[in-house]
């Protein structure tokens, strides 16, 4: 877990102003594979084992955009009902400026598909934004000013970690079922070596990051009966060029976790 944020605060000043002094290291476009095993469940989950992995690439740069797809397939196996395995394939798109976010989703239980999310997603010159649904049905919602997708949610975590800070929040929005955004807590350890297995690493610093997630109301305000206890969690290792490694999905009843055994960075185009 990550150290206190009591601790965090006392970190040299000078660590802080020479991060800030350092030129911004480029998003890197790559492709990562991460094996997924089951770190702790509760008995209510019924989950006795789990094992899976997730395939991802992000491509782009920030001339037009990011395009990322992901696959994600978990194999569970449960006290009473035996197998079941999960393949969750999700793709999206965002502008380079953060503006537009595209989405699509399709999830699958033993084969079967069982939900299917397509949406559409700006920011409007006011800061607010909305979402369009074409799938599982047509509608639209609307997004709090100041909501960030998430490369742009990304990059300020970079930011701020570059910067020294020990945490913020934002309002952020990565293709939510329900077309809300999500106030998002961020806490960003002390910076450590590169993992020493991939040379693409090499020389990048990195940091422990946790994300807690907590629901809005309808007008975009944290709902207070569920404030202090988040949706989910993500604890992971950030490198400042935006590679994740060793990443702990946290749920109210159990905990994958992730650890990164592929890497490649990939080209990014050139802006014209």
């Known amino acids: 877990m990550l150290r206190p944020l009591l601790l965090l605060l006392t970190l040299p000043f000078f660590a802080a102003v020479s991060a800030a002094a350092q030129p911004p290291v480029p998003m890197a476009a790559h492709e990562a594979v991460y094996e997924l095993t089951l770190q702790k469940a509760t008995r209510r989950s019924g989950i006795v084992a789990a094992r899976g992995r997730i395939v991802m690439a992000l491509r782009g740069g920030a001339c037009e955009g990011w395009s990322q797809t992901s696959r994600m397939m978990v194999r569970y196996v449960f006290r009473r009902r035996g197998l079941r395995v999960t393949d969750a394939r ?32 700006v920011i409007g010159a006011d800061g607010a934004g909305s979402v369009r649904f074409s ?88 709902q207070e009966k569920d404030f202090g206890l988040p949706e989910y969690e993500m604890v992971f290792i950030l490198y400042e060029n935006g590679v994740v490694s060793d990443v702990d999905f946290i749920y109210r009843d159990m905990t994958l976790s992730g650890h990164l055994s592929s890497l490649k960075i990939l080209p990014r185009p050139s802006c014209r």
Not at 105 to 121: E, M
Not at 145 to 168: D, E, S, T
Not at 169 to 184: K, P, Q, S, W
Request: overall charge positive; cysteine-free.
């Open 90 to 121: 999700n793709t999206s798109w965002e502008a380079a400026d953060g503006r537009a976010f595209s989405y699509a989703s399709s999830n699958y239980v033993n084969g079967r598909k069982t939900r299917q999310t397509r949406l559409q997603a």
């Open 135 to 222: 799938r599982p049905k047509m509608r639209t919602t609307s997004l709090p000013r100041g909501v960030l997708f998430p490369q742009a949610a990304m990059k300020r975590i970079i930011g701020q970690a570059r910067q020294g800070k020990a945490g913020f929040r934002y309002l952020g929005y990565e293709g939510f079922e329900d077309g809300r955004a999500r106030l998002i807590a961020v806490v960003i350890g002390k910076p450590r070596p590169a993992d020493a297995r991939f040379a693409a690493l090499k020389g990048l610093r990195a940091w422990p990051v946790s994300l807690a997630y907590y629901p809005l109301d309808g007008a975009g305000e944290p």
